[in-house]
């Protein structure tokens, strides 16, 4: 049974930083694209970062680039999204799934298909 489990999440302050991390079990990561998304209160889930298969290709939001880093460890068999310069607008639920559409620098296209349980970001002071 393919499984994915987020976990990292927590509450920082403004400018501060978390580290989530996706693991996973049933399968190895390594052969899949896999999508970091947030969703905050009332609001649609977004696409945050992607990683191609190849880790040749990577995509982040606008909202994030420069502050957010998507890699890979697959000794580990886990995907890991650095946060840094958290802002009150970075608050949500972050889940991980696997990217079964396409990779570009631009865009992270569905579909999706296993997904995380989601773990939570809250940015406040």
């Known amino acids: ?29 390594g052969y899949y694209a896999i999508g970091w998304f947030r ?5 649609e889930r977004e ?8 880790d040749v290709i990577t995509y982040y939001a606008p909202s994030v680039k420069g502050r957010f880093t998507i890699s ?12 840094n310069s958290l802002k009150p607008e970075d608050t949500g639920v972050y889940y991980c799934a696997t990217v079964i559409g396409r990779i570009t620098i631009a ?11 989601g773990t939570q970001v809250t940015v406040s002071s």
């Open 1 to 29: 049974q393919l499984q994915l489990v987020e976990s990292g999440g927590g509450l920082v302050q403004p400018g501060g930083s978390l580290r989530l991390s996706c693991a996973a079990s049933g399968f190895t990561l």
């Open 39 to 43: 969703q905050a209160p009332g609001k």
């Open 47 to 54: 696409e945050v970062s992607c990683i191609s298969s190849s």
């Open 72 to 83: 890979r460890d697959t000794a580990k068999n886990t995907v890991y999204l650095q946060m």
């Open 107 to 117: 865009a992270c296209v569905g579909p999706f298909g296993s997904w995380g349980q």
